[in-house]
């Protein structure tokens, strides 16, 4: 072991020189992009000491003075990853340091150590807003990497320290500290603050205050929300891959059953570990899309159906079918039951209409009418008999054998759809993946999303026009590959994509073609 350490030591010195000597030619910083190969074998003998065990704290701490200042940053980190208490000082130095590459490194290394940094990391707080410092290069220290750091330390000290911050932050001339440390409550998930954020935020609504404290303040406050569903015991999702936390987003594979599933594959299993990264999921779906502008897959505001097979009464009559429950959001959100002509429709606003709803149909009260309504074709139920039903009231009522009934009373006709424990059991994971949905920033803000799909959309077939022109030397259209599949038609394969009362749509699976049936 002692080889092995000496070895390591001897290498770490050279390092530092090698930088030292890349940082006079270049004038500069050093960097881990600026020269991968010196980068990477910082990294191995950063392993190598911490591979050397606790034999390795005292030489390493010896020899930190001598060392150039990013290598001491990364040999540092192994301190404390070796459990020196004597890297935290100078760690938390580095925080205050203009270097942002060693600044979040240093960051992650505290925040690994965890709570043995707290008490530190606030008295260096306290003491720069008690005593305010510049560094060699005359500017003020700020303190907005230690508070993050300190955030990211999951504990009732660093919430309580912050909490206070609030106090002293909130007040003209601290709008910039006070927006970042609004932020900051992210990282604690405790939703105790989202009153006193919520405050914040109003207390900063006339036009002539800044809107970063205002957009922090409501960014926290939503990923608690969040956090709080995620958390909550009766949580059961129905939703997709991309935010599931037993999902593999590297190799594209379930962790549960080992077999691959695309990333905005929806299923009921999907337990998530984040709100919906729609960005994210748009633009890798845009990259990876051999046509311009095409973000097919993934529809957030329209779910996969789920199938349920439903009995129903129709003026008396006991018939059955095969239903889908799907969902649709544009001005209200709207989940559907429905088999091409009977429709029954759950509108909701907020997430507590979805909170009644849910405790309806769990068993709590004996009827419920907010937001039911159904559409009826009635031509294809009566033979045109009748009008068709649009839109009208509808309500939920306890059944005698305890399932809930969704009940038409019209003056053409009465009808009641029977919900019994199987629906309902498929029916309370998409309503709450709604409920999560409208905590989501993408799905509150849908217009600007899609707007900012589009445009999404616009640059990618920008940066792609002049690898095309390359590709295209011979001054034609495309390849002649292209042209032919262009030109021959297309065996297509349609498989459902939407029903209607009126029509259903249907979408080729080859070629993205769709064609409307109406029944």
């Given amino acids: 072991m002692q080889t092995e350490l000496r070895d390591a030591l001897g290498a770490l010195e050279d390092l530092s020189e090698e930088i ?33 065990g606790s034999d390795a704290i005292a030489p390493i701490e010896a020899c930190l003075d001598d060392l150039n200042p990013y290598v001491r940053t990364i040999v540092t980190g192994a301190l404390g990853v ?25 960051s992650e290394v505290l925040k690994d150590i965890g709570t043995p940094a707290i008490t530190p990391l606030i008295n260096r707080i306290t003491d720069r807003l008690d005593n ?50 609004c932020g900051c409550f992210c990282d604690q998930h405790n939703p105790d603050i989202i009153p006193r954020l919520a405050a914040i935020s109003e207390g900063f609504g006339d036009a002539n205050s800044p809107r970063m404290v205002i957009n922090e303040a409501d960014d926290a406050i939503r990923c608690l929300e969040v956090d709080r569903v995620l958390r909550s015991e009766d949580w059961r999702i129905y939703g997709c891959c991309f935010v599931c936390k037993d999902y593999n987003r590297r190799s594209e594979t379930c962790k549960v059953r080992g077999e691959h599933e695309p990333f905005d594959h929806f299923c009921m299993e999907c337990e998530p570990a984040r709100e919906f990264e729609c960005n994210v999921c748009i633009l890798k779906r845009l990259l990876d899309s051999q046509d311009e502008g095409d973000v097919s897959g993934c529809n957030i505001d329209n779910m996969p159906p789920v199938p349920v ?25 709207l989940i559907v039951i429905s088999d091409g002509c009977i429709e029954l429709n759950f509108k909701f606003d907020t997430t507590s209409d979805l909170d009644v709803l849910k405790e309806f149909l769990e068993g709590v009260g004996d009827y419920f ?32 054998c305890g399932d809930t009934i969704a009940v038409y009373e019209g003056d053409q006709f009465e009808l009641e ?45 920008k940066l792609r026009e002049p690898y095309k022109s390359e590709e295209r030397s ?33 979408r080729c699976t080859k070629c993205g073609e769709t064609k409307k049936e109406f029944n």
């Fill in 20 to 52: 030292d000597d890349w940082e006079i030619e270049h004038d500069d910083c050093f960097y881990k992009d600026a020269d991968e190969e010196l980068a990477v074998r910082v990294g191995d003998v950063r392993e190598r000491l911490i591979g050397c």
């Fill in 82 to 106: 070796l459990g020196s208490p004597g890297a935290i000082e100078p760690l938390i130095d580095v925080l205050e340091k203009h270097h942002e590459e060693l600044c979040e490194y240093a």
């Fill in 132 to 181: 305010p410092a510049v560094d060699e290069y005359g500017e003020a220290i700020d303190i907005i990497f230690a508070l993050g750091t300190l955030s990211g330390i999951e504990d009732p000290r660093s919430y309580d320290f912050m909490v206070e911050l609030l106090d002293r932050f909130d007040c003209e001339g601290f709008e910039w500290e006070l927006a970042h440390l």
């Fill in 309 to 333: 097979d439903l009995a129903y009464r129709l003026n008396q009559e006991e018939l059955s079918g095969r239903f889908r429950i799907t969902t649709d959001y544009d001005k209200s959100g």
């Fill in 369 to 400: 009418s907010g937001g039911i309504r159904f559409d009826v074709c009635s031509e294809e139920l009566f033979d045109g008999l009748h009008h068709d039903v649009v839109a009208e009231s509808g309500k939920l009522i306890r059944g005698n």
């Fill in 417 to 461: 759809l029977v919900l019994d424990g199987d629906t309902i059991d498929r029916l309370i994971p998409v309503i709450d993946t709604q409920r999560f949905l409208l905590r989501c920033n993408s799905y509150k803000r849908m217009d600007k999303f899609e707007g900012r799909q589009d445009k999404l959309a616009s640059v990618i077939s």
């Fill in 474 to 506: 011979d001054g034609s259209d495309g390849s002649e590959e292209e042209s032919a599949a262009q030109k021959s038609p297309c065996d297509h394969e349609f498989e459902l994509l939407k029903t209607h009362k009126k029509y259903t749509v249907y």
